[in-house]
């Protein structure tokens, strides 16, 4: 049980007086004429914060993440109203890449992985958008392979025939090497098994915590994000319903079941650990874990 301690956001929460490394104020998004998915978002990453956006299917998520990175116009939506700031750049005066190479940097939904690709080709493309020399792509690859070692076995492999988990691992490494202050997910947890998402999201607050990484991760998989993250923002209906420290959250459990459903309450304490072992247990027959 010792493990699922280690880690978690409990305990480790960054300056309250370090000014947001992203700002969102009052955003309202449409896509198409006017489709409205975005009533008003309010939301703010702090440097060497983990910020969880929850939210149930449909609430506006996804919307809001590629709001952050400028990706809306791409889907034929746009910001109708508010603000974006990443470390006082107006976000929507910048292109996707133009952000990355500011820091800001997203993991879309599904693991997009070059398919035909190698692992290691992959992480190799991350550094090329940043325009990292060889020695810096070098240097960059051992970074991931330490957090990923998975990855290192796997680097000759074609990334489409990697498994669900080294997909995502994939994913999320091309994504370190473009060496982000922020690192935006989106559900990385999705159809992969509870000890994979256990690892990745140990890897990545391994990460928050040596480096200072700051990042926002949405999840349907509220019980993983909350363990690991500093606060936590829930959408409802395109409108940010909470803001608060993730303590906080945790010990509101009739918040959590009001907006997240029952079924993902988050038992605090021993309670929690029991139900995340009883979770990875019961999948664990099913799955394998990479
Ligand atoms: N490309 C699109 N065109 C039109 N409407 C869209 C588009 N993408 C999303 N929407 C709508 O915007 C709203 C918010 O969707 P969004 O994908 O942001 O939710 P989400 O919280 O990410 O949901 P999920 O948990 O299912 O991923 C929904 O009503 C959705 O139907
Ligand atoms: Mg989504």
């Not at 993440?65 to 910001?79: C, D, E, T």
């Not at 107006?90 to 292109?95: A, E, F, G, I, N």
């Not at 190698?118 to 550094?127: A, F, P």
């Amino acid at each position: 049980m010792s493990a699922l301690r280690v880690n978690t956001g409990e305990g480790r929460e960054p300056s309250p007086a370090s000014e947001p490394l992203l700002r969102v104020a009052g955003l309202e998004a449409v896509y198409g004429a006017s489709i409205a998915a975005l009533h008003h978002i309010d939301l703010t990453v702090r440097p060497g914060e983990i910020v969880a956006l929850l939210g149930s299917n449909g609430a506006g998520k996804t919307t809001t993440l590629k709001a952050i990175s400028n990706l809306l116009p791409a889907q034929r939506g746009k910001v109708s109203r508010g603000e974006i700031h990443f470390d006082g750049h107006d976000v929507l005066k910048k292109s996707p890449s133009a952000l990355a190479r500011l820091g800001l940097v997203q993991v879309l939904e599904g693991r997009h992985c070059f398919r035909t690709l190698s692992v290691e080709e992959n992480l190799i493309t991350g550094g090329l958008g940043r325009s990292s020399s060889r020695r810096e792509i070098a240097e960059d690859l051992e970074k991931v392979y330490a957090i990923f070692p998975r990855l290192k076995e796997k680097r000759k492999s074609r990334a489409g025939l990697a498994s669900g988990g080294e997909q995502q691992m994939t994913a999320i490494g091309r994504a370190l090497m473009t060496r982000p202050r922020l690192l935006v997910l989106d559900e990385p947890s999705m159809g992969l098994a509870p000890l994979t998402v256990q690892a990745i999201f140990k890897a990545l607050a391994e990460l928050n915590e040596s480096a200072g990484l700051a990042i926002l991760v949405a999840e349907q998989n509220a019980a993983v994000a909350l363990r690991f993250a500093h606060r936590v923002a829930v959408i409802e209906n395109g409108t940010s319903v909470v803001n608060e420290s993730a303590a906080e959250f945790r010990r509101r459990s009739d918040v959590q079941s009001f907006y997240l459903g029952g079924g993902a309450t988050i038992a605090s304490g021993e309670a929690g650990e029991v139900l995340l072992q009883q979770q990875q247990i019961s999948n664990k027959s099913a799955h394998s874990t990479f």
